[in-house]
C-alpha cells in the first residue's frame, strides 16, 4: 500500500484566499483523522471521520476551517478565508476500526499564509 | 479527560550510549499505549504499542517501551542510540471506548557522535 497520500505538499498562498488539503487514506481504513502542528500548539486534532462521517470536530479552530469526506478514499479540509495564523503543517492519518488502533500518518502539507 | 505528559522538551545523549525518553499518562480504564517518531519535513512514524499483555514491549528500529500501571508511564528505551535516532519522538494514549489519541507534545532527542 502506498500509505496516507497527501496533496499538495506545499501551499503559499495570500490572506484571504481559499485553501483546500487533500487526503487519501489507507484502503480498508474506517477512520480519517485531521491534525495541525505548529511549534506553539504543537499537534492538535482538529476533526475526525468514522467512516466518512464526522465524529468530533471538537477541534475544528473556527467557522473558517470545514471538513468533508466524500467517500472512503478522499477527504478535504478547507480554509476560507485563510489568515497568517493559519500557517502550520496539516497532517491527515487514518487507521482501522478494530485491532489496536495506531494511526498512520500522511506526510503532511505544509501551509504558508502571506 | 486523556492526557500525556513528555517532561523533557529534549534529551541529548552521546551515540552508543542508553537513550530513555519519559511519558506519562492520565486516562479513564485500560490505557492503549504509542509511541511515534517524527523525522524533519516527515509524518509522525509509529514505532510501537502497548494493549496488554507483557509490560516490556519492542517495536521498531530496537526501541523498546516499559508498561508501568502503578506510576502511569510508558518510557521509550533503547539500549545504544545512534545518530540517526535524532528526532521528534511523541507518546499518545487511547482510552478505552474511544478512537481519539492524544498526544504528548514530543521530546526532541539529539544523538552526538
Known amino acids: 500500500d502506498a500509505g496516507v497520500i497527501q496533496s499538495p505538499r506545499h501551499e503559499v498562498t495570500e490572506m484571504g484566499q481559499e485553501v483546500t488539503l487533500r487526503c487519501k487514506p489507507i484502503?480498508?481504513?474506517?477512520?480519517l483523522f485531521w491534525y495541525r502542528q505548529t511549534m506553539m500548539r504543537g499537534l492538535e486534532l482538529l476533526i475526525y471521520?468514522?467512516?466518512?462521517?464526522?465524529?468530533?470536530d471538537s477541534g475544528m479552530p473556527e467557522d473558517r476551517f470545514s471538513a468533508k469526506m466524500p467517500n472512503a478514499s478522499f477527504s478535504t479540509l478547507k480554509i476560507q478565508p485563510s489568515e497568517p495564523r493559519d500557517s502550520a503543517v496539516y497532517f491527515c492519518?487514518?487507521?482501522?476500526?478494530?485491532?489496536?488502533?495506531?494511526?498512520?500518518f500522511g506526510p503532511g502539507t505544509r501551509l504558508t499564509v502571506t | 479527560a486523556q492526557s500525556v505528559a513528555q517532561p523533557e522538551d529534549q534529551v541529548n545523549v552521546a551515540e552508543g550510549n542508553p537513550l530513555t525518553v519519559k511519558c506519562t499518562y492520565s486516562?479513564?480504564?485500560?490505557?492503549?499505549l504509542f509511541w511515534y517518531v517524527q523525522y524533519p519535513n516527515r509524518g509522525l512514524q509509529f514505532l510501537l504499542k502497548?494493549?496488554?499483555?507483557?509490560?516490556l514491549v519492542k517495536g521498531s528500529y530496537g526501541f523498546e517501551a516499559e508498561f508501568n500501571k502503578s506510576q502511569t508511564s510508558f518510557h521509550l528505551k533503547k539500549p545504544s542510540a545512534l545518530v540517526s535516532d535524532s528526532a521528534l519522538y511523541f507518546c499518545?494514549?487511547?482510552?478505552?471506548?474511544?478512537?481519539?489519541?492524544?498526544f504528548g507534545g514530543g521530546t526532541r532527542v539529539l544523538v552526538k557522535p
Open positions: 486516562v479513564s480504564g485500560n490505557p492503549y
Open positions: 492519518a487514518s487507521s482501522l476500526a478494530s485491532g489496536s488502533y495506531e494511526q498512520y
Open positions: 502497548y494493549i496488554t499483555g507483557d509490560n
Open positions: 499518545a494514549v487511547r482510552g478505552a471506548g474511544g478512537n481519539k489519541l492524544t
Open positions: 471521520f468514522n467512516n466518512n462521517v464526522p465524529i468530533d
Open positions: 484502503s480498508g481504513h474506517d477512520y
